[in-house]
């Protein structure tokens, strides 16, 4: 029995949808330890560079901040979970942008 493949992160900058309060981006956690400290760390530092508000919500469970380090931990995403980042603001399209190429590229 082969084991599953986990293809490509499910984000791209095509798939940014709009939204009448902002836009949203589905992504999917490709590293083999999840959204641990080092990648949450970096997907926080990425988010406070822009100017909107970016939640993150994982399998319809309450949005947390994409900007605060241990709201993104408290989700405990593993590898394989699919994730919905919301963005509002005056650069919204443009942050989910990044933050999509962090999550496929593994965070690297």
């Known amino acids: 029995m082969t084991e ?3 293809a490509a992160p499910l ?3 095509d798939d940014i ?3 009448a309060d ?3 981006l589905r992504v999917r956690v490709a590293n083999e330890q999840g959204l641990h400290a080092r990648p949450a760390a970096k997907l926080a530092q ?4 822009y100017d ?3 939640q993150v919500r994982q399998d319809g469970s309450e949005a947390v901040d994409a900007k605060s380090i241990l709201d993104i ?3 405990a995403a593993g590898q394989g979970c699919e994730l919905e980042l ?3 603001g005056p650069d919204a399209a443009q942050a989910l942008g990044r933050l999509g190429e962090l999550f496929r590229n593994r965070f690297r």
């Open 22 to 24: 902002g836009f949203v």
């Open 73 to 75: 931990l408290t989700m």
């Open 52 to 54: 909107c508000d970016i």
């Open 86 to 88: 919301r963005a509002a």
């Open 46 to 49: 990425e988010a406070q560079k």
């Open 17 to 19: 949808l709009a939204e």
């Open 4 to 6: 599953p493949t986990l």
């Open 11 to 13: 984000s791209g900058a």
